[in-house]
């Protein structure tokens, strides 16, 4: 009889890559689905066997809750299977360093989430920042972000400086409300909100206006 535990231990010992090798290495050996089970059990709530198998499902919600220890190969595994990277949106630069530390690939793409600390975080290794503020000042985002990846610090740090009211300003109320408000004051787009967004406060208007102004986008 076959050592069950030992080839458990095995087993757990693949990467996820190696996992879904293995399945499909099985279903082809065996004539089978991995989906067989499901089809089963929709099958068995009292449905006659002769209504048709169920429609093999081909997408299915991947939720991760947790690394198991293993935080750089399932990162990696990750990247590997989805082609995608990560945006770090907390806004501390202590997490940045720790993500930079776990020597993930060169090409596996980080970015920031948040503004105020895109530019820090770039210049600490980040490739660039998935930014609210860039809706309404493209222009001096992406040259914020271009002169933080060249090194060239002073510059990016001027730049900075006229957006930080921005960054700031626009989470006075839930996003999107303030940079829907500030591209129809700029002529962007015309007025309106769908539920369940609510108009700007009016008191918050003067704050997101003089936030323009300072980042010069407006007159």
Known sequence: ?????????????????????LVKELEEKWGVSAAAPVAVAAAGGGESADAGAAEEKTEFDVVLVSDGGKKIQVIKEVRAITALGLKEAKGELSRVQALLALGLPADF??????????????ELGFHGDISVTANVAPSLMHRMCAAA?????????????????????????????????????????????RLPMVPMSA?????????????????
Do not use: C
């Not at 009889?1 to 090798?21: C, H, N, P």
């Not at 793409?109 to 770039?122: H, M, V």
């Not at 957006?163 to 109320?173: I, V």
């Open 109 to 122: 793409a980080l970015y920031s989430g948040d503004d105020a600390t895109a530019r820090a975080s770039i």
């Open 203 to 219: 008191d918050i208007q003067p704050r997101i206006i003089a936030a323009l102004q300072a980042a010069e986008v407006i007159a």
């Open 149 to 193: 990846r060249a090194g060239n610090a002073a510059e990016a740090a001027a730049l900075d400086a006229k957006l930080a009211l921005l960054h700031r300003d626009l989470f006075l109320e839930p996003n999107p409300i303030p940079v829907k408000w500030a591209l129809h004051h700029m002529g962007r787009i015309p007025p309106g909100l």
């Open 1 to 21: 009889m076959a050592d069950i535990a030992k080839i458990v231990e095995q087993l757990s010992g693949l990467t996820v890559l190696e996992a879904a090798e």
